[in-house]
């Protein structure tokens, strides 16, 4: 019989510790008791903001992050990765309901969703402690091993740590490096679950790489949700279909239906087309107007703003209608000074159709459009 100190029992162990080192925390606003189930956007930055992602790299999140997403039970809308950071869309439940799905979970299932994630031979191992553990009278200590596995199921702050850890021993290993790799714990944004907010959100995200200059459409940034779609990935289209359907009662919309409306809602945002001379044929957002915001000139419209960087998608900390904010406010009250009454902040700078923010951005809202 092995004994339960081997080198693989401590990777178990490992594996499934809640003790490892974390980084500073900012202030997270979780879904909590506003919905069962709730989106959050999600940006993560590289230490000190250094261009180490590659296209290696940035393969590798794509298909690390599937693989924790199909295990864990968090749905990714969208994403995108540049070179120094990325943005995830994600739905998640809140406490409640997700205790309520851990718990229908089997154990038989559970095993079944870790070969998603896991390696055959930490399962194998898994399988043998759990055994084991029952062999000997320990029942409880089996448990221990399961639930353990199940809390880091259908979590933000677990789909994260997994996905930030294993990314990091990866990339550390390949280039011999050591040390943290990100800038710190990620950042996250609570938004309403309502069909044009959510759009919004997603366009901004998508729309990363053309802000970015590295294209003039979306498509052809294969690092992003979109471009996944349209390259055919059934995980992606998933996610934009959850898009455009909403929560519309008809959920027949199809894939080519819904990849017309959703490329129409980017194209619409207004990228700019230049001939093989140069000439602009279709004009977009350029830095001029951003600069005729930031002086007070004119009003960009909410579709033309994704193209900016607007620190409200990574900053507002909660974003949508003045009654979802408000819910926030009021849910979160005690973190706030007594002085505070009311917690919705319209968004400035823009034709923003109503939208509101729990944190009011007094200066450089708008950072450009780079």
Known sequence: MKQLDSRKSLAIIVELSSEEPRFPRFQRYRPSEL????VMHVVDRVVGRQMLLGDEEKEFLRVL??????????????????GNHYHLLLRVPNELEAAHLRAEISEEALLERMKMAFSAEFIEETQRRVGQFRREGKPEMAESILRRL????????????????RFSASYNKKHGRKGTLWESRFRSVLVEDEQSVVLKMAAYIDLNAVRAGIVKDPKDYRWCGYAEAVAGKEEAREGILSVVRGSSEDQAVGWEEAAAAYRDWLYDAGCEVRDGEGRITRKGI?????????????????????????????DGVAIGSRAFVESVFELYRYRFGAKRSTGARPLRWGEWDG????????????????
Not at 35 to 38: D, F, K, S, V
Not at 356 to 363: E, M, T
Request: with cysteine; aromatic share 8%.
């Open 35 to 38: 919905t069962p189930w709730a």
């Open 65 to 82: 992050m599937r693989k924790i997403s199909r295990f864990s039970g968090v749905e990714v809308i969208t994403w995108a990765c540049l």
């Open 150 to 165: 199940r809390e880091q199921m259908f979590d933000v702050s677990a789909f994260m740590h997994m996905l930030k850890r």
């Open 286 to 314: 350029t830095s001029e107007e951003v600069d005729e915001v930031r002086a007070g000139g004119r009003r960009l419209s909410a579709k033309q703003l994704l193209h900016c960087k607007v620190r409200y998608f990574t």
């Open 355 to 370: 939208l509101c923010a729990l944190r009011d951005l007094q200066r450089e809202v708008i950072k450009g459009s780079g």
